[in-house]
C-alpha cells in the first residue's frame, strides 16, 4: 500500500516547524569486529574441513614406515538470503508535501531499516549459539562440550559450568583456547584475541583489560591479562546481543566466523504509469555464519 496524504495530514498544512523520527545515529558495522567478509558469486558457499594427519609413531630397525591418511570432515554450508525492503508514495502525497522531498526522507529511513536488519542477523550467529536448533557444519551448536572430532573424542569451546565474566572465568576460557585440538587431538597453538560483550558488561570489560593492577582486590598485583599482552585487540561491544550475561572470546583460529556478500545493497525507484505512485526498494543479499567452531570460546553467564 502506498503512503498517501491521510498519512502526512501535518506535512501538507502551513506553520509546521519540524519533522524528527529519522535522523538518529546508528550503531553502524558492528558485524566487522566478529565477521571476516568474503564476496560470493553462487547461491550457496561451503567450507570443508580438512583432517591430517596424527602423532609419528616409532619406526622400528629394519621395520617399514606406518602410512597415515588425511581425510575430508565436516561441510559448513552458507546459503545466501535476500533481504529488502520498499516503500511507495501517491503522486498526491508528492505534490502537496509542503517542506522537503518525501523521497529522499524516506529513502534514508530505508537504509537505516536494512542496516540495522543486518546488525541483528550477524548478532544473531552469537545469540543462537547456546541453542541445539541452530547447528553448525558438525551437527551441534556453535558453544558446545562435544564438538565430535573426526578420528573421535570432542572439542569444548566453553566451560563445563558456565559463569558470568569476571577475572577468573576470562583467564580460565583463555587457558582453554591455547589447549584446543585438531581433528586428530594435536595441540593447536591458538591464543585469544578480542572479548565481544553486550552492553550491559562493557564496563566490566573494561575494568578486567585496562586497569593495570587486579581487579576487586587491595593486593598489590598485577594485571596478569594486560601484562601478559593477552586479548591483543581488547574487547567490542556488541549492542545487537540479546543476552544480558554472555561473554564470547574470539580466536586466531582461521576460517571462522564469515560473512559472504552476494549482492551489495542496491536501491531503485520506478513510477506506476496507472497510479502515478513512486515506489522505492532496497535490496541485499548475504549470509553469515562459522565453518570451525575454534574459532570462539563462549559463556551464558552463570
Same mark, same amino acid.
Given at each position: 500500500?502506498?503512503?498517501?496524504?491521510?498519512?502526512? #495530514?501535518?506535512? @501538507?498544512?502551513? %506553520?509546521? +516547524?519540524?519533522?524528527?523520527?529519522?535522523?538518529?545515529?546508528?550503531?553502524? !558495522? $558492528?558485524?566487522?569486529?566478529?565477521?571476516?567478509?568474503?564476496?560470493?558469486?553462487?547461491?550457496?558457499?561451503?567450507?570443508?574441513?580438512?583432517?591430517?594427519?596424527?602423532?609419528?609413531?616409532?619406526?622400528?630397525?629394519?621395520?617399514?614406515?606406518?602410512?597415515?591418511?588425511?581425510?575430508?570432515?565436516?561441510?559448513?554450508?552458507?546459503?545466501?538470503?535476500?533481504?529488502?525492503?520498499?516503500?511507495?508514495?501517491?503522486?498526491?502525497?508528492?505534490?502537496?508535501?509542503?517542506?522537503?522531498?518525501?523521497?529522499?526522507?524516506?529513502?534514508?529511513?530505508?537504509?537505516?531499516?536494512?542496516?540495522?536488519?543486518?546488525?541483528?542477523?550477524?548478532?544473531?550467529?552469537?545469540?543462537?549459539?547456546?541453542?541445539?536448533?541452530?547447528?553448525?557444519?558438525?551437527?551441534?551448536?556453535?558453544?558446545?562440550? #562435544?564438538?565430535? @572430532?573426526?578420528? %573421535?573424542? +570432542?572439542?569444548?569451546?566453553?566451560?563445563?559450568?558456565?559463569?558470568?565474566? !569476571? $577475572?577468573?572465568?576470562?583467564?580460565?576460557?583463555?587457558?582453554?583456547?591455547?589447549?584446543?585440538?585438531?581433528?586428530?587431538?594435536?595441540?593447536?597453538?591458538?591464543?585469544?584475541?578480542?572479548?565481544?560483550?553486550?552492553?550491559?558488561?562493557?564496563?566490566?570489560?573494561?575494568?578486567?583489560?585496562?586497569?593495570?593492577?587486579?581487579?576487586?582486590?587491595?593486593?598489590?598485583?598485577?594485571?596478569?591479562?594486560?601484562?601478559?599482552?593477552?586479548?591483543?585487540?581488547?574487547?567490542?561491544?556488541?549492542?545487537?546481543?540479546?543476552?544480558?550475561?554472555?561473554?564470547?572470546?574470539?580466536?586466531?583460529?582461521?576460517?571462522?566466523?564469515?560473512?559472504?556478500?552476494?549482492?551489495?545493497?542496491?536501491?531503485?525507484?520506478?513510477?506506476?504509469?496507472?497510479?502515478?505512485?513512486?515506489?522505492?526498494?532496497?535490496?541485499?543479499?548475504?549470509?553469515? %555464519?562459522?565453518?570451525?567452531?575454534?574459532?570462539?570460546?563462549?559463556?551464558?553467564?552463570?
Amino acid at each position: 500500500m502506498a503512503i498517501s496524504r491521510a498519512q502526512l #495530514a501535518k506535512e @501538507l498544512e502551513p %506553520g509546521l +516547524n519540524a519533522l524528527f523520527g529519522m535522523e538518529y545515529d546508528r550503531y553502524e !558495522n $558492528e558485524h566487522a569486529e566478529i565477521f571476516e567478509t568474503e564476496s560470493s558469486d553462487r547461491a550457496f558457499e561451503e567450507e570443508v574441513l580438512i583432517v591430517g594427519f596424527g602423532n609419528a609413531s616409532v619406526k622400528q630397525e629394519g621395520q617399514g614406515v606406518q602410512f597415515d591418511n588425511a581425510t575430508e570432515g565436516f561441510t559448513a554450508r552458507y546459503t545466501h538470503e535476500t533481504v529488502a525492503l520498499a516503500f511507495a508514495l501517491t503522486e498526491e502525497a508528492v505534490e502537496d508535501n509542503l517542506y522537503d522531498r518525501l523521497g529522499a526522507r524516506y529513502t534514508k529511513a530505508l537504509a537505516r531499516s536494512m542496516a540495522h536488519t543486518k546488525q541483528v542477523k550477524a548478532a544473531n550467529v552469537l545469540n543462537n549459539a547456546f541453542s541445539s536448533s541452530y547447528t553448525g557444519g558438525d551437527g551441534v551448536s556453535l558453544i558446545n562440550t #562435544a564438538h565430535p @572430532l573426526s578420528y %573421535g573424542g +570432542n572439542l569444548a569451546n566453553r566451560a563445563t559450568t558456565m559463569s558470568d565474566l !569476571n $577475572e577468573t572465568s576470562l583467564e580460565n576460557a583463555l587457558i582453554d583456547i591455547s589447549t584446543y585440538v585438531d581433528d586428530r587431538n594435536m595441540i593447536l597453538a591458538l591464543r585469544g584475541t578480542k572479548l565481544i560483550v553486550p552492553p550491559q558488561l562493557q564496563f566490566v570489560a573494561d575494568r578486567l583489560l585496562e586497569t593495570p593492577g587486579r581487579v576487586g582486590t587491595a593486593d598489590n598485583d598485577i594485571n596478569a591479562i594486560k601484562n601478559m599482552g593477552l586479548l591483543p585487540e581488547g574487547y567490542a561491544v556488541n549492542h545487537f546481543l540479546v543476552d544480558t550475561d554472555a561473554w564470547f572470546v574470539l580466536t586466531d583460529c582461521p576460517d571462522g566466523f564469515k560473512h559472504f556478500e552476494r549482492t551489495p545493497i542496491s536501491t531503485s525507484m520506478e513510477g506506476d504509469f496507472d497510479t502515478g505512485n513512486v515506489r522505492y526498494k532496497a535490496r541485499e543479499r548475504y549470509s553469515f %555464519g562459522w565453518s570451525n567452531p575454534r574459532c570462539v570460546f563462549g559463556s551464558q553467564g552463570a
